[in-house]
C-alpha cells in the first residue's frame, strides 16, 4: 500500500445519497465496504465527517439562528452523521471510536490526540466529529488539521467527481483532469478544492491532498494503493 495512515473527508451531502437529505442507508452501507477494503489491507484510516446534509451555520443566519449558535448546531450535526457512519462500519465488521471536538460523553469520546493515535495503531478506524470544536471553521479545517496532528500520509476528499478538471466536467466535454497539480497552481487558477484556511494549512505542512470520486466502487482501495486516481495535491 502506497499510504499507511489516511484521513478520508466525506461531506454531509454525500451521506444524503440520491434522495438529497438526511442519512441514506444505501450509501453508509457503501461507504463502510469501501472503507473496509484499505482496512483489511492494514491501512490506518481516520474520518471527517461533514454536516452540509443536516445544518450549517451560515445558513442558519437567514432564519434569525445566531452564527456562532448555528455553528454549534452545525457541529452537533457531524456527531449525529459520524454517529450514523460508525454504526454501519460496526455492522460490517470494522473497529471502530468515535472521538469529538466538543464534550458529549455518553456519546464518544474526546478527542486527545495521544488516544486518537493509539486507537489507530491498534487498527481501529477512528472518526472525528464535531469539528474542530470551534465556531467559524469547517470539516475541510478539521480534516487538514486533524490530518497534521495524527501525521496522516495524506488528506483524502471524496467527493463526486474524480479529481480536479481543467474546466467543469459536468459542462464542458473537453475539459480533462489533472492527475497531478501543485498548491501554488490551485492558488494561482482559482480551483475550489477545500476552503482557504483547510487549503493553506495542508500547504504550510507539506501535507498532500487527493481529491477523488468517492462513489466509484473500488475507487479508494486503488488510490491507497498508489493507483492513478483523483489529483493529487503537493507542493
Ligand atoms: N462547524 C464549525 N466548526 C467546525 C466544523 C464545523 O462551526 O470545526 C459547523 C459549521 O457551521 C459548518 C457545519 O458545522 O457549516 C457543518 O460542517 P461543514 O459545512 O464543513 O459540512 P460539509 O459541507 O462537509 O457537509
Do not use: W
Amino acid at each position: 500500500m502506497k499510504y499507511k495512515r489516511i484521513l478520508l473527508k466525506l461531506s454531509g451531502e454525500a451521506l444524503a445519497g440520491e434522495q438529497g437529505y438526511g442519512i441514506d442507508s444505501k450509501r453508509l452501507t457503501q461507504y463502510a465496504l469501501e472503507v473496509k477494503k484499505v482496512v483489511d489491507a492494514g491501512v490506518e484510516v481516520a474520518i471527517v465527517i461533514g454536516g452540509g446534509n443536516i445544518f450549517r451555520g451560515v445558513d442558519g443566519e437567514n432564519s434569525g439562528i445566531d452564527r456562532v449558535q448555528g455553528d454549534y448546531m452545525g457541529m452537533l450535526a457531524t456527531v449525529i452523521n459520524a454517529m450514523a457512519v460508525q454504526s454501519s462500519m460496526e455492522s460490517h465488521g470494522i473497529y471502530t471510536r468515535l472521538m469529538s471536538g466538543i464534550r458529549i460523553d455518553q456519546v464518544c469520546e474526546p478527542f486527545i490526540r495521544r488516544r486518537a493515535v493509539r486507537h489507530l495503531e491498534k487498527g481501529r478506524t477512528v472518526i472525528f466529529g464535531a469539528g474542530i470544536g470551534n465556531p467559524y471553521f469547517t470539516t475541510d479545517t478539521t480534516a487538514s488539521l486533524r490530518a497534521i496532528e495524527i501525521e496522516a500520509d495524506v488528506v483524502l476528499k471524496g467527493t463526486r467527481v474524480d479529481g480536479i478538471y481543467t474546466a467543469d466536467p459536468e459542462k464542458d466535454p473537453t475539459a480533462t483532469r489533472y492527475a497531478h497539480i501543485s498548491f501554488e497552481e490551485v492558488y494561482a487558477k482559482g480551483l475550489n478544492i477545500m476552503d482557504m484556511t483547510a487549503f493553506t494549512l495542508c500547504k504550510e505542512n507539506n501535507l498532500p491532498i487527493i481529491v477523488f470520486d468517492m462513489n466509484k466502487a473500488g475507487n479508494l482501495f486503488d488510490l491507497v494503493s498508489g493507483k492513478d486516481v483523483g489529483t493529487l495535491v503537493t507542493m
